[in-house]
């Protein structure tokens, strides 16, 4: 069985300043690891992900995510947030348990940014 | 990659009325198609995925249902809405060969609201 657990249901910063998202996942396979964004009234999209490859993953909009086995983690961050930055990020967790990848999703986190 | 279309984007609808959404998906074959529900401020649930043509498994009780006709057109259905019903309800696909890792494609989605 799959499951994810984002840390925090609402974080804070201001613009500028470093993002940290938290997500820790629990798999009994070799998973892939997902976070998207979702702005206000939009479907979601893909940041990164990670597939196996390189533990340390870069994604669009300056964010990056390292996976880190041993803490079972793949927090998601950013060295300085934007205003556009402001939505929900979802970290998600799919692996072949039950023969098909069938993702799990967090709960969310939603990122505020003050100017 | 693959695009989804999803309509129609927002639905305002009575109690006991019908619902139909309907979703396609463009660039792949042989998708596997979720349907997502998101109440506000929450996180999404999972409603329905389809592994193929006429197989559909539910992931919650409840008053919908959903159908797959062809390859990559998905439909959710009720006969009878509730207030409950309403949220924000979004299709999503995922690829099934070529490396798949359970990495998913949105649509923009669609907001229903039951009074």
């Known amino acids: 069985a799959q499951s994810v657990t984002q840390l925090d249901s609402h974080v804070s910063v201001s613009e500028g300043t470093p993002v940290l998202l938290r997500c820790n996942y629990s798999s009994s396979y070799s998973p892939s690891l997902f976070w998207y964004v979702q702005h206000p009234n939009k479907g979601l999209q893909l940041l990164l992900k990670?597939?196996?490859?390189?533990?340390l993953v870069k994604g669009i909009n300056g964010f990056e995510a390292e996976f880190k086995k041993s803490e079972t983690s793949f927090h998601l961050t950013k060295p300085s947030a934007h205003m556009s930055d402001a939505a929900e990020y979802f970290c998600v967790v799919s692996d072949a348990s039950g023969g098909s990848y069938i993702p799990t999703f967090g709960r969310g986190t939603s990122l505020i940014v003050h100017p | 990659s693959q695009t989804i279309h999803q309509w129609p984007a927002t639905l305002v609808q009575p109690v006991g009325s019908p619902l139909s959404l309907e979703c396609t998906v463009e660039g792949t074959s042989n998708p596997n198609l979720y349907w997502y529900r998101q109440a506000a401020g929450r996180g999404l649930q999972l409603l329905f995925y389809?592994?193929?043509?006429?197989?559909i498994s539910s992931e919650v009780p409840q008053n919908l249902s959903a159908s797959r006709p062809q390859d990559r057109q998905f439909i959710l259905s009720s006969k009878k809405l509730l207030l409950s019903d309403s949220g924000f309800y979004l299709c999503?696909?995922?690829?099934?060969?070529?490396?798949?890792?359970?990495?998913?494609?949105f649509g923009e989605g669609s907001r229903l609201t039951v009074l």
């Open positions: 389809s592994v193929g043509i006429g197989q």
């Open positions: 990670y597939t196996s490859a390189a533990t």
């Open positions: 999503a696909s995922s690829r099934t060969s070529g490396g798949h890792t359970g990495e998913l494609f």
